[in-house]
């Protein structure tokens, strides 16, 4: 059990690790039940598994990265089990102002690409476009309307 503890140690200093993914390592490894509680236990108290901290890196990391919205980052750390509280912590660290500047520039960047389509062709595609990205409609809808009424179209 040592040698995978160790094991389990390396793999979360390499990089931020949620829970889920730990547990399945350790599964990988070979330990089972309690074994697995013990050592999730004892890297939590070493402070090598912080799901906090993992879901902050995580959404900056797919934001600035990816240019991923908060929808799909919410939907990503849902589906690796971690916490709503983690989440919205995590969300935090998305800077509001960068957040709508990458919003407006993936609109700007979509919409020009469609420059032969109609107009409502054109606003149809790059609201699917931003919304698989993960922005919230709430949001896309005045940047769609920014671009749909400017008279250079």
Known sequence: MRSAILQLRSFCAYQERCHSEVREKALELGMRGEE???AMA????????????YAGAFAGGKFRMQQWGRRKITAEL?????????????????????????????????WDSLGKDSLPKRRQKTWA????????????TPVLE??????DD
């Open 42 to 53: 004892e890297l939590i108290s070493e402070n090598f598994l912080n799901e906090e901290r």
């Open 129 to 140: 476009y931003l919304a698989q990205k993960g922005y919230e409609p709430a949001l896309i």
């Open 78 to 110: 849902q589906q690796k089990q971690v916490s709503a509280y983690c989440i919205k912590r995590g969300l935090a660290e998305i800077d509001e102002a960068d957040y709508q500047a990458t919003l407006e520039k993936l609109a700007r960047k979509k």
């Open 36 to 38: 697995v509680e013990q």
């Open 146 to 151: 920014k671009l749909g009424g400017r008279e």
